[in-house]
């Protein structure tokens, strides 16, 4: 029975796509816009109808006040008269005249004019209700011609219906030419984006007929918006340069150093093979075990060298180490080893704590190949101290031999690949140095190399000091 393989293949998440992104950050803010728009039409378009009706409202109210002066100074008004009066072909038209003395005469009795009504004066505008229902208003207040003592109050009121109306018409025909503006301002705007992704089709199709070409990208066809981008993907290739120059030197260092012991153990395996005697098989076992010690010691300090000229960062290079406390330490570790070779290992140091930040283990590492230098180098019956001191706001670490020291005209040259003293007898890789230098420009140090004047050699670095 084959498995079914359908069912375990869950669907791909959906790509994201830049050009769908900004189209949506751009049609939302587009769409509200024609909904903030229309809303602020409506209510322009509301305040010009009332505006109109108003002005309207005010001019029936001063005719009706001039009829009544000219025709009814009594203030009666026909049926007729009245009819005619409230008559609105799309809604209702109300209308009221009252006496101070004698109350309504005639009309709708709710239309209470507003106090502090001034005779022969403009009509002044006023919202009413009649049955819940909302009106405009306005009233004028004019002399009663038969009775001098006497003021009539002329109010004529309107619903609200045909100022909403005007206003929802204005609006309809506003609201296509808006949609059709939204409309081409998003196929300018789909246009834009569509002709700003065609820029980087350069870019890409350059990028494409790449193979091994780490070289940076450039910015002669590259839009500013992307700059960033590109010279991020500059940084990342020149780290991913620097690393594959580390490894192809690794291994050009690694052939170049294990060629010799590799061919030693070739030719004393086959001299043990011709002459099986215990004599030359037991010659033939050391030197293939002081061959194998020496590879063995070239591959780690290889290794050694490649990591602290890695652009990694260290993963502790934020610790506070107290190089007074991890100094000794690392000394007693050597201790026994010195004392077979019959050498004087010994420390030096502060009563106070000597703070600097780096990682405890590369500093472990660098103290280790600065002792075995030292140790190898100054030979037996010799002298090796480390030190460790306060000046100046740094840190001072230092490993003294009274050996036979290196000559001037060669100092500058130590910490190189491979370089060792011409005329040592020491068998060596010449990297313990080197790896030193590197780990101490890894941890902001600077490295200073002399000859003491009382005879030997000292190696002296200097760390930022901390706290």
């Known amino acids: 029975m084959t498995p079914d393989t359908s069912a375990a293949a869950a669907p791909s998440a959906p790509r994201l796509s830049l050009r769908r992104q900004l189209l949506i950050v751009l049609l939302v803010p587009l769409t509200l816009l024609l909904l903030v728009n229309s809303l602020l039409t409506y209510g322009g378009a509301l305040a010009y109808a009332n505006h109109v009706h108003d002005r309207d409202l005010s001019d029936d109210t001063l005719a009706l006040a001039q009829m009544l002066t000219r025709e009814a100074p009594d203030g009666h008004i026909s049926p007729q008269a009245g009819f005619l009066l409230e008559y609105e ?53 004019i002399p009663n011609m038969l009775d001098p003592d006497d003021m009539l109050t002329v109010a004529v009121a ?24 939204i409309l081409v301002v998003f196929l300018l705007v789909w246009f834009g984006v569509a002709s700003g992704m065609r820029m980087l089709e350069p870019l890409t199709a350059r990028l494409a007929a790449r193979e091994h070409d780490l070289t940076p990208i450039g910015d002669d066809d590259v839009p500013a918006e992307i700059l960033p981008l590109t010279r991020t993907i500059d940084g990342l290739f020149a780290r991913l340069r620097h690393m594959l120059l580390l490894q ?58 490649t990591r602290a000229q890695s652009p990694e960062r260290l993963e502790h290079g934020n610790e506070r180490v107290d ?56 030979g037996p019956h010799s002298v090796v101290t480390v030190t460790v001191g306060l000046a100046g706001g740094e840190v001072v670490l230092g490993v003294e031999d009274n050996g036979p020291g290196v000559p001037e005209t060669l100092l500058h040259r130590l910490g190189e690949r491979f370089f060792r003293v011409p005329g040592s007898q020491e068998e060596g890789s010449g990297l313990g140095l080197a790896i030193v230098q590197r780990m101490a420009e890894r941890h902001h140090a600077s490295v200073h190399y002399a000859n003491r004047t009382e005879g030997g050699f000292r190696v002296e670095l200097h760390f930022p000091a901390v706290g």
């Open 89 to 141: 072909p799309q809604g209702h038209s109300y209308f009221s005249v009252s006496s101070t003395k004698h109350g309504l005469i005639a009309g709708a009795a709710a239309l209470q004019a507003p106090a502090g009504l001034q005779p022969e004066r403009e009509p002044q505008l006023f919202d009413a209700q009649l049955k819940r229902r909302p009106l405009r208003a306005a009233a004028v207040l």
């Open 158 to 181: 309107e619903n609200l219906h045909d100022r909403h109306q005007q206003a929802r018409e204005i609006l309809l025909l506003s609201i296509p030419a808006q949609a059709l503006l």
């Open 248 to 305: 192809e030197r690794f291994t050009a260092d690694a052939a170049h150093q294990l060629r010799t012991p590799l061919a030693g153990l070739r030719v004393h395996v086959e001299r043990a093979q011709k002459d099986p005697s215990p004599a030359t098989v037991t010659d033939a076992l050391q030197h293939i075990q002081r061959l194998t010690v020496r590879a063995s010691r070239t591959s780690a300090q290889l290794l050694a060298l």
């Open 323 to 378: 190089l007074n406390l991890l100094a000794p330490e690392q000394v007693g570790l050597r201790v026994h080893e010195a004392l077979a070779a019959r050498i004087d290992l010994g420390y030096e140091g502060p009563s106070a704590p000597a703070w600097i930040q780096g990682d405890p283990t590369v500093l472990q590492e660098l103290l280790d190949n600065l002792i075995d230098n030292a140790m190898r180098y100054a």
